[in-house]
């Protein structure tokens, strides 16, 4: 006898996007496998915030799949990583955040956070960059890590239990005065992003990088702070596939590029997961917006209500203009 499938939930950040390009393009897209989908599935948890959150839908929606339950801002990525990577032991309770370097755009009348994924950073100069870095952030009591993506780091320090922090989705493309944290307890960790950016201008990393055209990294964002508690964290369900191919369009309010990737998602892993629906396996997807995300799964319905399904499809625009 052949093993079931196995349980699948995907979770698509920036499914719905309230900016004017891409709000406008919500009625030129077509998704037919999406609305087959959520035709065949029940809403079963709505996460409905403003956009001043810290936090965004699709980060909220994810922590809370892998049972975490945390503060606006304080969902602790950081520590997560730390565990997983061998930084941080399943018993440390100690509080991180991540570092990641960036470029700050200087403008007329703001200072606006780039997208830290443009840099085009290796690896060899986040390391060279790290340990320029270090003796600044040891001098404040905080230790630095490596991760596995160059250009982030991981911090360990009591500085950041219950800091809460804005994340990098939230941020990009907004002067930094808007997203930084504000608290008084933060006030270390602006001198030191001071201290950060003097050091950053001197260093041959970003002599090398201005040779080739690239952006210099000018300083960094801290965000993934807090602790875990103790022990194993306990998932609800499958662990969802992020798909993140909607982010670089939605976050430039590119509406032609964040059609085409909804093309894409919807032709890709969307149809995937409709089949796996159709072989008679348990499926999820966890559509997520600026405000809000909203999780659909397979609930038990009649032979009327499984009918109509058929035949009264949702409107695809009309469920991610919700979001």
């Not at 897209?29 to 599935?41: D, H, I, S, V, W």
């Not at 032991?89 to 009348?109: K, N």
């Not at 991981?154 to 504000?182: E, N, Y």
């Amino acid at each position: 006898m052949a093993e079931p499938a196995p349980a699948r939930h995907l979770l698509i950040p920036f499914a719905g996007r309230g900016s004017p390009s891409c709000r406008a393009a919500l009625p030129t897209l077509r998704l037919p496998k999406l609305e087959a989908l959520l035709g065949r599935l029940a809403v079963t948890a709505t996460d409905t915030q403003d956009e001043s959150t810290r936090s965004p839908p699709h980060e909220r929606a994810l922590a809370r799949t892998l049972g975490i339950a945390a503060a606006d801002g304080c969902i602790p990525w950081a520590a997560l990583e730390a565990r997983r990577n061998g930084a941080a032991a399943a018993d440390d309770t100690g509080a991180w955040g991540l570092v990641t370097l960036c470029h700050w755009q200087v403008g007329i009348d703001d200072v606006v956070l780039g997208d830290p994924s443009a840099i085009e950073i290796d690896a060899e100069e986040s390391t060279a960059l790290l340990a320029a870095a270090r003796p600044f952030f040891e001098e404040d009591g905080i230790a630095l890590h490596p991760s596995a993506r160059p250009g982030r780091w991981l911090a360990r320090a009591p500085i950041f239990q219950d800091l809460a922090t804005a994340a990098i989705d939230r941020a990009v493309g907004h002067p930094i005065s808007q997203w930084s944290p504000l608290a008084d307890a933060a006030r270390p960790l602006r001198r030191l992003q001071n201290e950060m950016q003097m050091l950053l201008y001197t260093q041959r990393v970003n002599d090398d990088r201005a040779a080739r055209g690239a952006p210099p990294i000018n300083s960094f964002w801290l965000s993934g702070t807090g602790a875990l508690a103790a022990g194993a964290i306990s998932p609800e369900g499958p662990v969802p596939q992020v798909d993140d191919s909607l982010r670089t369009a939605a976050l430039h309010d590119d509406g032609i590029g964040w059609a085409e990737a909804w093309q894409a998602l919807d032709a890709g892993p969307i149809a995937a997961l409709l089949d796996h629906y159709n072989a008679g396996a348990p499926v999820a997807i966890t559509l997520c917006g600026d405000r809000t995300a909203q999780r659909h799964e397979i609930q038990p319905r009649g032979f009327v209500g499984w009918a109509r399904s058929l035949f009264e499809r949702p409107r695809a625009a009309a469920v991610l203009e919700a979001l």
